[in-house]
């Protein structure tokens, strides 16, 4: 067993299974952590809420030393386990793909409010993070409901989902139609079409956002981020923040190195207190 530095003491942290009400009455399960010392459970506390939602992917609750340094800031961290994803079986998988995708993107809007409905945190403590497939999750419910978060971080996000598949000369895309459909198709074009961040982004509040790229990714191409950025830039009606952050020298798993991935870490993390004026300002924001 590897040793945990710092005075670590696992006692001092609760671990907890939930399950929020999908629109359709399905139930989705909601792993919770927080350190029990430091956390209110009175609707005061910041929130980090994290999903992904597709490929039939599991994200099981596992241990990350850097998250202790939220959890030790008095921060509640879950994860949605949203349709799309495969904790619950095959059909979990089957009912948020295709042409019931947006049951990913509602699933993930229901665990906010259940934890905002039970004192977890308030929309005004609550911030979400996704990458890649959970970038797309993220820029998704940005669209649908700013109003909820405070905060979002889209990590390499695929949200410019109906050019990218249109378009079978890109490496990836045609063996993409497994997952997301074919657009060719009438009923597939029009379905994505209605959720895929960039061609969903309107004239309203956002909440502050942090936008990652890599300028040598083979799977969403730094491309798809920049023009969500740009057209978040050109619509939004708040002075906000709209962080765009490209590395040069990373592809889609960030960078490498396990120091660097500490760093990278750190720097959402600071978006994130700083989107929770937790930190001082030490100038004014700008997008």
């Not at 981020?225 to 590395?247: G, M, Q, S, W, Y």
Request: charged share 25%; glycine share 8%; net charge neutral.
């Amino acid at each position: 067993m590897r040793k945990v530095f710092g005075g670590f003491d696992a006692l001092n942290y609760v671990t907890e299974r939930k399950w929020a009400n999908a629109p359709d009455g399905t139930r989705i399960p909601l792993s919770i952590v927080y350190h029990k010392h430091r956390v209110k459970l009175d609707g005061s506390d910041p929130l980090l809420l994290y999903g992904y939602g597709s490929y039939e992917v599991c994200i099981d609750p596992s241990f990350k030393p850097s998250r202790l340094s939220l959890l030790d800031r008095g921060f509640v961290y879950a994860i949605a386990h949203i349709r799309g994803g495969g904790e619950m079986g095959r059909k979990w998988y089957e009912d948020g793909k295709f042409l019931k995708k947006k049951n990913t993107f509602t699933d993930f809007i229901a665990c906010a409010e259940y934890l905002i409905e039970n004192k977890y945190c308030s929309m005004e403590k609550l911030c979400m993070d996704g990458r890649s497939a959970g970038g797309l999750l993220i820029g998704a419910v940005l669209n649908m409901r700013p109003d909820l978060f405070k905060a979002a971080i889209a990590g390499v996000p695929f949200v410019d989902v109906l050019t990218t598949m249109l378009d079978p000369t890109i490496p990836l895309t045609t063996s993409e139609w497994e997952e997301w459909g074919d657009p060719r198709k009438e009923e597939f074009y029009f379905y994505m079409k209605s959720y895929s961040p960039v061609d969903n982004v309107k004239a309203q509040n956002y909440p502050d956002i942090l936008v990652t790229a890599g300028l040598n990714d083979p799977r969403v191409m730094y491309s798809e981020p920049a023009k969500f950025v740009a057209k978040l830039r050109d619509l939004k009606t708040d002075d906000n923040l709209l962080l765009f952050k490209c590395e040069f020298g990373a592809g889609h798993s960030s960078k490498s190195g396990r120091f660097e991935k500490l760093q990278e870490d750190a720097f959402m993390h600071t978006f994130v207190m700083k989107a929770l004026n937790m930190i001082p300002d030490h100038g004014s924001g700008q997008n």
